[in-house]
């Protein structure tokens, strides 16, 4: 089975930059697309970035200039470079596998611990 864990989130000031990883184990990853998803407290969950297995990338417009997500084929780890942060972007963040169905992605069942991300102002 899949098992995703994250890391690397912490407080940070306005301005300042964060590497998120994930660490995926369980699952046949060079074929998976992965994507990175966000929960601010008390709003819905969000999708922000996703790269597929063949690297190419899309972004939620929030994020888009600030954020890369990037993948290790060896390592089998996703990673989310988030520089230029604001206080929006204080949230939970967690990583997933998934497909592609045309343009729309669709995250596995499996879903990890999650990190959290204070960007104080």
């Known amino acids: 089975q899949v098992r995703l864990t994250e890391s690397g989130g912490g407080l940070v000031q306005a301005g300042e930059s964060l590497t998120l990883s994930c660490g995926v184990s369980?699952?046949?990853?060079?074929?998976?697309?992965a994507g990175w998803y966000r929960q601010p407290p008390g709003k819905q969950r969000e999708l922000v970035a996703t790269i597929t297995g063949g690297g190419a990338t899309n972004y939620a417009d929030s994020v888009k200039g600030r954020f890369s997500i990037s993948r290790d084929h060896v390592s089998n780890t996703v990673y989310l470079q988030m520089n230029s942060l604001k206080p929006e972007d204080t949230a939970d963040y967690y990583c997933?596998?998934?497909?592609?169905?045309?343009?729309?992605?669709?995250?596995?069942?499996?879903w990890g611990q999650g990190t959290q991300v204070t960007v104080s102002s």
């Open positions: 369980g699952s046949i990853f060079p074929l998976n697309a």
């Open positions: 997933t596998v998934g497909s592609f169905i045309g343009t729309a992605y669709y995250p596995s069942s499996r």
